[in-house]
């Protein structure tokens, strides 16, 4: 189980970090679907600054900080639920997928974090 959990947790830092860089750098798909579901783009740095604090607190319960791990987890969950929300309550269906995605991929995390 302990495997799991490392893999999980780097996939999940890894993908949350990515995705903080693409929002910092303004990438052209970040803004598009920002204005898909009427996320304004001045929110986009500090919801960037979210997932990066998210993937950090991930990386330091992986370390062995775990109730940072977990907080970070249940934050990085949250986040997510809220972005599958927006792209519901937009009816921009044809992408949520992606926030969908991190949604179980931050689950996961937390899953294995937590036992």
């Known amino acids: ?6 893999i999980v947790t ?4 890894a993908a949350n970090a990515g995705i903080a860089v693409a929002d ?3 990438a052209r798909f970040v803004l598009a679907n920002s204005a898909e579901v009427e996320v304004p783009a001045s929110w986009i740095p500090g919801l960037a600054a979210l997932k990066a604090a998210g993937a950090a607190g991930l990386l ?6 775990r109730p940072l791990g977990i907080a970070a987890a249940v934050g990085l969950v949250l986040f997510f639920v809220g972005a599958v929300v927006a792209h ?5 269906f044809r992408n949520i997928a ?5 949604l179980a991929l931050n689950t996961a995390a937390l899953v ?4």
């Open 112 to 115: 294995l974090v937590a036992r």
């Open 60 to 65: 330091i319960g992986l370390l062995g900080v």
């Open 98 to 102: 992606f926030p969908a995605g991190y």
């Open 24 to 26: 910092l750098v303004g």
């Open 1 to 6: 189980m302990f495997t799991a959990y490392v």
């Open 10 to 13: 780097v996939v999940a830092v």
């Open 88 to 92: 519901v309550r937009a009816r921009v």
